[in-house]
């Protein structure tokens, strides 16, 4: 099976760095994705990670590494608007059209 | 723009009763989705689509089922609503193949009474 774990909060100062791990067990996937939920609102895709390594899009980073099973996001230069939930996914090598998602990390950005 | 678009965004029914959630997408999308959120649970896949009429369980498949007889529309049965099954169901879709690049709409909000 594929399970993907979180935190279940976070809380950060504005202007601050923040990261949300994304730890996983599962067999094999095609790359790990992250989405930002804000409150009311329907989840959006923020980053894909198809290799190993760093890819950064504007204030935010996402990484991963199969050998160690986990993966990150990086906010850098909080704003008070990135308060949302964070959720990782991944598409399972045993089904490539199935998502998966994580539980889930709350993030509360403090002036 | 890609645009998932659910229904009906609150729905109120009683015990017993069938409940249809419907789903259209209007990207020429291969893959569609039902997700289950919940407080502190994530989304929670119930059911997936990878073309018409071709459907998959996910984690939480029991007390629903699923249709697609239309490339563009997914709809979500709850054959008899029970008061477990009040939560926030969102509908999403996404190309073909391994992209997880999903697409949501703003979700029904369900209420068993």
């Known amino acids: 099976g594929q399970s993907l774990e979180q935190p279940s909060e976070v809380t950060a100062v504005e202007g601050a760095i923040v990261q949300i791990n994304c730890t996983y067990q599962?067999?094999?996937?095609?790359?790990l994705s992250w989405y930002q939920q804000h409150d009311g609102g329907a989840p959006t895709f923020l980053s894909y990670n198809a290799l190993d390594g760093l890819e950064e899009t504007g204030r935010f980073s996402s990484f991963l590494s199969r050998s160690d099973s986990y993966g990150y996001l990086l906010l850098q230069e909080l704003q008070m608007k990135d308060s949302a939930s964070y959720f990782c996914?991944?598409?399972?090598?045993?089904?490539?059209?199935?998502?998966?998602f994580g539980s889930g990390t709350r993030l509360s950005i403090r002036p | 723009d890609v645009k998932v678009t659910q229904s009906s965004r609150y729905l109120v029914k009683r015990t017993g009763e069938k409940v249809f959630l419907e789903c259209v997408q209007d990207?020429?999308?291969?893959?569609m989705f039902w997700y289950r959120q919940d407080p502190g649970l994530g989304l929670r896949l119930i059911y997936f689509s990878y073309d018409v009429k071709m459907k998959e369980k996910g984690d939480i498949p029991e007390g629903y089922s699923v249709s697609r007889e239309k490339k563009e529309r997914f709809s979500l049965i709850l054959e008899s609503a029970s008061t477990n099954q009040t939560s926030m169901y969102l509908c999403a879709s996404s190309f073909g193949g391994e992209t997880t690049e999903a697409f949501f709409g703003q979700g029904t909000r369900l209420t068993v009474v």
């Open positions: 996914a991944v598409s399972p090598y045993s089904s490539a059209s199935k998502i998966i």
């Open positions: 990207m020429d999308h291969e893959n």
């Open positions: 599962t067999s094999g996937f095609y790359g």
